[in-house]
């Protein structure tokens, strides 16, 4: 089955313990992005890839960082999480010669 | 960048009627208009789209109509169920851009 999928899909630290999101897509897709979804806010970009190595800031990057080693995966790292990064968390892919994106099931985070 | 709206922000219907949902986005350069449905507990899923060469596109009971000139594009959704009950967010994009601008959603109750 075609997908996206985050792990773990609820997880709850204290600020400062550093800590990843992994994504993973079996779709063979060039192109991932990472998305915040908070109350009112609707989807906010963090960050996204083209292909392996290509890496770029969404429009709220800050605090985060991103790796693409892999084709197939995208990893969120918060190196000092704060409690302002609480939200929920989204991957998503596409292939590059089409608009569709994917999303996975989220990640809820709570820092405390 | 581009900035998404979208209005009403809480749209509540009776089964069998139907919903309209506008939104109006500022970058005249984008070219591409995916609606996408977010249902309780799941990631967004894609459920129409069109580009700027198109001004309506429909699949059986949804409907995206686009006013390229008002800078506006809308989702129209007939004869509502209860499986209609979600979030919806709108988002635009173009060509050569890999940043999707998402609206902030609207949450459509479908009362039986």
């Known amino acids: 089955e075609a997908q996206v999928t985050q792990n773990p899909r609820y997880l709850i630290t204290v600020t400062g313990k550093k800590l990843t999101v992994t994504c993973s897509q079996n779709?063979?897709?060039?192109?991932m992005s990472w998305y915040r979804q908070d109350p009112g806010l609707g989807l906010r970009q963090i960050y996204y890839?083209?292909?392996?190595?290509?890496?770029d800031k969404g429009d709220v990057p800050e605090g985060y960082k991103v790796s693409r080693k892999e084709k197939r995966n995208f990893p969120l790292i918060l190196e000092s999480p704060s409690p302002n990064q609480t939200s929920l968390y989204f991957c998503a892919s596409r292939n590059y010669d089409y608009n569709e994106q994917f999303f996975g099931p989220g990640t809820r985070l709570t820092v405390l | 960048g581009e900035n998404v709206e979208q209005h009403p922000s809480t749209l509540s219907v009776q089964e069998g009627d139907s919903a309209v949902i506008k939104c109006t986005y500022s970058?005249?350069?984008?070219?591409?208009f995916p609606w996408y449905k977010q249902e309780l507990g799941k990631g967004p899923q894609l459920i129409i789209d069109i580009r700027s060469n198109v001004g309506e596109k429909k699949d059986q009971r949804i409907a995206v109509t686009l006013n390229k000139t008002a800078k506006h594009f809308s989702l129209h959704i007939t004869e509502t169920q209860p499986e209609d009950s979600a979030v919806y967010f709108c988002?635009?994009?173009?060509?050569?851009?890999?940043?999707?601008?998402f609206g902030k959603g609207n949450q459509v109750v479908v009362i039986p």
């Open positions: 779709m063979n897709h060039e192109y």
């Open positions: 890839s083209m292909n392996v190595e290509v890496t």
């Open positions: 988002a635009a994009s173009k060509d050569g851009n890999n940043r999707l601008a």
């Open positions: 970058d005249s350069a984008s070219n591409y």
